[in-house]
């Protein structure tokens, strides 16, 4: 390993620019003669828009333009769509409603855009609309999944009736069912999964130009996955042709999943910009994000878990609604379905697992993919029932884990997922070492002697990152594949460009994968720039989510690089007038083997622009090479988290008191990205076990609409944590990577839980864990015992 | 925000003049809670007279039995005063939990007044020390300026001037955060004086902040945080939303003022 | 009803500057569609996040929340004008590189600005316990604070004239 190359913490190279406020994000972007859009909301979560009158409009300041959903619709530009058709249990597919990017006709969320005003000030655009009128016929709202469906609710779409988008499931009902009935003891749970706002500190923006002399568009949008934004907007909203369409996603401030996907917002900057003749430009404000930005979870579970007389765990029944809102956001279809169900087997061997998930539509905001998407819900599923499991065995929650661990790889699970390596025990060992797990009982009765109570719990979380094979994810309804792309461009001196359709939004890819060419060429990683997030400059790519960047991203780069070296070896060759089979490349050097010819990288490099010494008839002139890897199997990053937490009985506040992390990622590129990515994550999932929750009234309301009533995770309700890793390596990528990504936000949310219910003595209680929500919990538990007393 | 003429006087009596021309004209003093409000929208005063320059209005004396706070002395200021960590060092210690540190940088004692948010920490200290709010006209008793939920006795173009605070050394004031908003869910404060005894919680009650006799009249017998064991508030006239139910909020009030009385002799619990 | 534009004049990162703005303009406006210093970011609409801390005449503020024409005649650092524009980092900036203080960066700006009033206020040698309730007005969603905490540690360190970030140590 040198300096700068695979496994180096390495210090970020972006930093430079972001520590000295020179970032470049979307609102940082001033375009010339640019104006502000403004969006009217509806402030009904349901409602016939019976008229809007913009007549008052026309006299305000700086207004240059005011357009409504039917002028919209006038342009017969098509829907936002959901890319991911899944097909219910009866073969029918998912029932997708149209999602236009301005509403017309009705509302169906707070939030949902009816009208927009652009002017030349953000103010005067929010001054002109407050002379809009929009005349409401206020209709019954549904917000709760699970009263979705019942007769008589308020239906949201024509397309769905009873609002069911579909009842899909996975797995073998009659074999589970038998499982059940046959079992020794069966653990039984029912919770909700609370809805999440994904909270990027950088709130969406957008700008659109309109270039009137070659009739094209450009967008600088905060997106994670500029090339599909370009794909949808042109092929399926039809805005322009991809050709005439640029997306430009600069810096992003955080992403999380909720800038992965299409939003009304840059359509509509698009299309106004093209009616209006002037750039027009959008910056979400943080209230606005939280009616606008893709929600995330929402689950209403029950689930049972059997186990034999020997602990070990023979069925898995899983029944889950899931809210996917009042849209059907860009691959809301897949999240609760294909990244959660498969993920069922946990690190378990379970032979017969079955589960069932009904999707609904709701009178709230869309929910898509955030962090984890569907594999904190599966995690939560199995790792909660495992440790209630045991403690209702009256069995170490350790030592069910283990005995139950898949031990032979490959496994074939019962729900599709073939988990290719691992060593789940190396685990559970090493963080029951670092957390000191055996010394709990002393610390529970130190803090007992505070009045204190002390909980201590595990989540033993697999993922599937490496999104993903094409033909697979083609066969189970994705309308697109999941490969990735890179060009590696070598310049005559030898430095590079490297070109890659993933897109970073915090992970650090402008270091990452400059580590991996630097090693790979022997150059340093000053002299290659990592060039990503334009559609002009990088032809195509998928984007960045679902820990995809490393495992999938990065196997491009591999790949392409294999061709730059092969034909680099050539053009050596021919340089050095020795036979290319002869040639070794090695830290930057060619040499001869069993001679002392040799030529450093750069010379190649020149020689290969100056094409002086080869044949051009048979090896072409420069050195540039791309690549598309398309992965062969998804990947299984897992590990172990414990937490520890010890609760104030009288106030119900909790304090995580230690945090132990053992993760496998495969191979870690940069430990120090790696780490931080798993404090990250760990936050997000402490987040939505402690603190975050999105209420609803039941008039649709969004009662948690800002950081007044939504509890964002700040310094101090965190602990510092304890991370460590163990290494399998991953057998379907050349690099042996798994992902890092969204480890923490998956495991954290059951370890929470499971810490919080070992302290209380009571499994009744649902995310987010509250001090509220504790204390009422203890009170009644206490009621009955104080009756008697 | 909606547009505003800003107006900058620089005695009080020009900016009294400027609330009696426009009644519409609104005080901005360190503006940490009026420009969020406006900022969303809420609130769309067409006078802002802002106080910045207005001369006079900051500072800190000790004057015999109490300490003078100007109206427009920021909550760093009050945390960081030696002359109030001397002799109310529960009322410095307070103004340091009040908001973050930049929120403190600016926000000012008499714009935390004369605004009484239910949830905002000031007007418990005013009551539980029984403060005087000194304003251009009058000198107003805590206990008779709170009104009610963001209401004052202060007259249409009455200014706060100055705060003024007896000494109390055995105080303390208890805050359980609403973890979103960070602002309090219930703050207690208590304070003995002599033979007098105050506690006064604020963000508990749907009508502002109040004090509590029962608690008062237990800690005149000892003043020891075991006076008040078992004992609550009754749920009736508490807040209740998302963040704490009535029945919560009242519990948290005997919490709080348990450990505010434990703080207050010198022996924290926990 | 229109505004009145009125007239503004500060120092800015040691510069003067005169604006004649409409009285709702905000500090962060002023600095950011102005003056184009746009390092300074907002990422709330109720003063809570502090993605907009600037120093206004040596202390921390929010800039969402202060109206600039109230602050006519003060000196506003933000965090373009923390070290000389060809000279080295600031000890704090550095100490967020070295420590990996940073994922996404948009936060990053008011958590140098906070880290530096910390260090100002509460001195060289600071406690992770005492750093983490300063972070009170700071909202980060990638790092999860833990590298945060550590380069505000160290970057206090070095501003004392103390050893330097951890890494260098080594």
Known sequence: MSGTGIGAAVRRKEDQRFITGKGQYTDDVARHGQAAIYFIRSPHAHAKIKKIDTSRTEKMPGVVGVFTGAQFAEDKLGNLICGWTVLSKDGSPMKMAPHAAIAAGKANHVGDAVAVVIADTLAQAKDAAEKVVVDYDVLPAVVDPMKATAKGAPLIHEAAPNNTIYNWHIGDADATNVA????????????????????????????????????????????????VARLVISAFVGMAPENKLRVIAPDVGGGFGSKIFIYPEEVVCLWAARKLHRPVKWTCERSESFLTDAHGRDHVTRAQMAFDAEGKIIGLKVHTTANLGAYMSTFSSAVPTFLYATLLSGQYAIPHIYCEVDAVYTNTVPVDAYRGAGRPEATFVVERLVEVGARELGVSPADLRKKNFVKTFPYQTSVASLYDAGDYNASLQKALQIHDYKDFGKRKRESERHGKLRGIGFANYIEACGVAPSSLVGQLGAGVGLWESAEVRVNPTGSVELLT?????????????????????????????????????????????????????????????????????????????????????????????????????????????????????????????????????????????????????????????????????????????????????????????????????????????????????????????????????????????????????????????????????????????????IWATLQKMNRPQQAAA | MYAFTLHRPETVRQAAGLLTKNEDGK????????????????????????????????????????????????????????????????????????????????????????????????????????ATIITNKRRIKADDFFTGMFSTALGPTEIITKVSFPIAKKAAYQKFRNQASRFALVGVFVAKRGSEIRVAVTGAGSNGVFRVPSFEEALKKRFSPKSLEGMTIPADGMNSDIHGSAEYRAHLVGVLARRAVADAIGKPIA | MASTEMTVSMTVNGKPITATIDPRTLLVQLLRENLRLTGTHVGCDTSQCGACVVHVNGQAIKSCTALALTLDGADVLTIEGLAPADGPLHPMQEAFRENHGLQCGFCTPGMIMTAVDIVRRKGHDLEDRTIREELEGNICRCTGYHNIVKAIAAGAKTMGGGAPTSQAAE
């Open chain 1, 180 to 227: 059940l009935k046959n079992a020794k003891h069966v653990t039984t749970l029912e919770f909700v999964n609370n809805r999440l706002v994904p909270n990027a500190m950088e709130p969406r923006a957008a700008i659109a130009e309109y270039d009137a002399a070659s009739g094209s568009l450009t967008l600088w949008n905060a997106s994670q996955n500029p090339h």
């Open chain 2, 27 to 130: 005080l901005l003093a360190g503006g940490q809670t009026l420009l969020p409000t406006m900022k969303l929208r809420l609130a769309g005063p067409p006078q802002i007279i802002d106080m910045t320059k207005v001369e006079g209005l900051t500072g800190i004396e000790e004057s015999g039995r109490g300490v003078t706070i100007g109206a427009m002395t920021r909550h760093y200021e009050v945390n960081g005063s030696p002359v109030v960590q001397q002799a109310i060092p529960a009322l410095a210690k307070m103004a340091g939990m009040i908001g973050d540190p930049a929120v403190r940088h600016r926000g000012t004692i008499g714009g935390s007044i004369a605004n009484n948010d239910p949830n905002a920490d000031y007007p418990a200290a005013c009551m539980a020390l029984g």
């Open chain 1, 501 to 773: 359709g993933c897109h970073q939004h915090g992970q650090g890819h402008e270091t990452t994968f400059a580590q991996l060419v630097a090693e790979r060429l022997g150059i340093t990683i000053d002299q290659v720039n990592v060039v990503h997030g334009d559609t002009d400059k990088v032809q195509f790519g998928m984007g960045t989510y679902g820990s995809r960047s490393g495992a999938v991203g990065m196997s491009a780069v591999v790949k392409a690089l294999d061709k730059v070296e092969a034909k680099a070896k050539k053009i050596a060759a021919h340089l050095m007038e020795a036979a290319e089979s002869d040639l070794v490349f090695k830290d930057g050097k060619f040499t001869v083997a069993g001679t002392d010819k040799s030529l450093a990288w750069g010379e190649v490099a020149l020689g290969a622009y100056v094409a002086h010494k080869f044949p051009t008839s048979e090896i072409e002139p420069g050195l540039k090479e791309s690549a598309f890897y398309d992965p062969t199997n998804f990947t299984f990053p897992a590990g172990c988290h414990i937490c520890e937490v010890e609760i104030d009985p009288e106030t119900g506040h909790t304090e995580i008191m230690s945090w132990t992390a053992v993760d496998d990622f495969g191979t870690v590129i940069n430990p120090m990205i790696v780490e931080g990515q798993v404090h990250g994550g760990v936050a997000q999932g402490v987040g939505q076990a402690l603190l975050e929750h999105t209420v609803y009234d039941t008039n649709g309301q969004l009662v948690t609409g800002s950081y007044m009533d939504y509890a964002m995770p700040r310094a101090d309700d965190l602990p510092s944590f304890k991370v460590d890793t163990t290494f399998t390596k991953c057998p379907s990528n050349p690099l042996g990577i798994k992902g890092c990504g969204e480890a923490g936000a998956i495991a954290a949310p059951a370890a929470v839980m499971n810490a919080i219910t070992n302290a209380i003595g009571t499994e009744k209680i649902d995310m987010p864990a509250t001090p509220q929500n």
